[in-house]
């Protein structure tokens, strides 16, 4: 509707955790024909099955996986508490066993894949993870990351794929966390990260094609 409206004006998108990974699979799979003119994505998942190993074990698991998977269990129960016996046969899940999911690879099984269409969760997995897929991407996109992020480990990231690809840029600090990045004595304020984008937003005015990569 952007581009309807203004066909001028460049459009940059921006992706925090889930959203940069959905942002980033709309670059490989739409190529050239893609509509946006650069992407910056922030702490995003490029291997679910890494990411969702690394929530699913050790601290990580009691820390945020249990926890993320409770929340998501009581927005569910809020939802389904409203439906009646007869829709409740409707849907495509039993919330019995919803309940009984205690991290979220097990909720993506119970819920995400039946909802849409995935048979299994390691096709669910396949489908939405990014790595692999980079050498299609041909817009500028800029991927955010901290090495020390639970979410996306370090050892998960896409370095060779990235660096084969001029389109495609890996900025990963010693520390940041998940979306964190915070800066300075006192870090109440302004972040790296909005620092960085804003940056990248400025750069992205005067872009033009082709995209040639630097070495420091």
């Not at 929340?71 to 569910?76: I, Q, R, V």
């Not at 370090?154 to 660096?163: I, M």
């Not at 010693?174 to 620092?195: A, C, D, I, K, Y």
């Amino acid at each position: 509707r952007i581009k309807s409206h203004y066909p001028s004006t460049p459009v940059v998108g921006v992706g925090v955790s889930l959203g940069g990974t959905i942002l980033t699979q709309y670059l490989h799979r739409l190529g050239t024909n893609c509509d946006i003119k650069a992407v910056l994505s922030i702490s995003a998942a490029w291997d679910l099955f890494q990411t969702f190993g690394s929530l699913d074990s050790g601290i990580n698991k009691i820390l945020y996986s249990k926890r993320l998977c409770s929340e998501l269990k009581s927005h569910m129960k809020r939802s389904t508490d409203l439906l009646s016996p007869s829709e409740l046969k409707d849907l495509p899940f039993d919330v019995a066993e919803v309940a009984k999911a205690e991290v979220v690879s097990q909720f993506d099984q119970t819920v995400t894949c039946p909802v849409f269409g995935y048979s299994t969760l390691q096709e669910y997995y396949t489908a939405g993870s990014n790595s692999g897929k980079i050498h299609k991407i041909r817009r500028p996109l800029l991927s955010l990351h901290a090495a020390d992020d639970p979410f996306v480990p370090k050892h998960s990231l896409p370095f060779a794929e990235c660096e084969s690809n001029p389109h495609t840029v890996l900025a990963v600090s010693s520390h940041g966390g998940h979306v964190g990045f915070m800066e300075g004595l006192l870090p109440t304020q302004h972040t790296w990260m909005n620092r960085v984008c804003r940056e990248f937003l400025e750069a992205m005015k005067h872009y033009q094609e082709p995209l040639t990569r630097r070495r420091l």
